[in-house]
């Protein structure tokens, strides 16, 4: 029997999410302020990285979007984010409580962040558009030959070899490279177009 949700843990989960994404929203805002960002814009900055960490984390962990390739490097981007969104945090504070001086690496690196997140997530939409036209054309099975088959297709190659090479019969080498199969096959072939020959000649003729 399935057991009830526990909403104890629902809403402390909420919470914490809440809690987490107000707390990060405010100090990636103010590392972009520091940084020289507008303050009209620096909101983007926290937007920016949580909305590529969610989207990353979603093709990541549902599997009905993109295929393996996409999965593989949305979660790669997926922890990376949250690694960048962590780091951009504590530079803040570090700034803020006159730790660590604003230079600018520090300045490039922040300004850089919308322009990798676009191409990150252009990539990202790339490999999943991928996988869903992969997963869309269905899988062709290569047409197994049965013996039978292999060895009709082992008379009529006979069959042409010897109206061109003046009634010789094909050899064993020029089986396998009609018919583009393996050495002992061909040679099992050989040896039963060998003996339906013999068992022509060796039949009392009208």
Known sequence: MARGRD??????????????AV???????G???VAGWPDQLAWLLPVTIDAYAMTSA???????????????????NAIGAIATSI?????YHLIAAGI??????????????????????AHLHALTTVGHSEAS????????????????AAREADTQHRAAHGGRPISRDGLRSALRIAGP???????????ETDRKEASPRP
């Open 7 to 20: 909403w104890w843990v629902i809403v402390g989960m909420a919470v914490a999410a809440i809690s987490a």
């Open 23 to 29: 707390a990060s929203f405010a100090g990636l805002r």
């Open 31 to 33: 590392l972009a302020q």
């Open 58 to 76: 979603r093709v990541w962990l549902a599997w009905t979007v993109g295929g393996r390739g996409a999965r593989s490097f949305a979660r790669a």
């Open 87 to 91: 780091v951009g945090n504590a530079g």
């Open 100 to 121: 660590v001086a604003i230079s600018w690496p520090i300045v490039v690196l922040v300004g850089a962040v919308p322009a990798a997140v676009l191409g990150l997530t």
């Open 137 to 152: 054309v269905p899988a062709v099975r290569p047409r197994v030959r049965t013996g039978t088959d292999l060895l009709k």
């Open 185 to 195: 096959k061909a040679t099992e072939l050989r040896r039963q177009l060998a003996a």
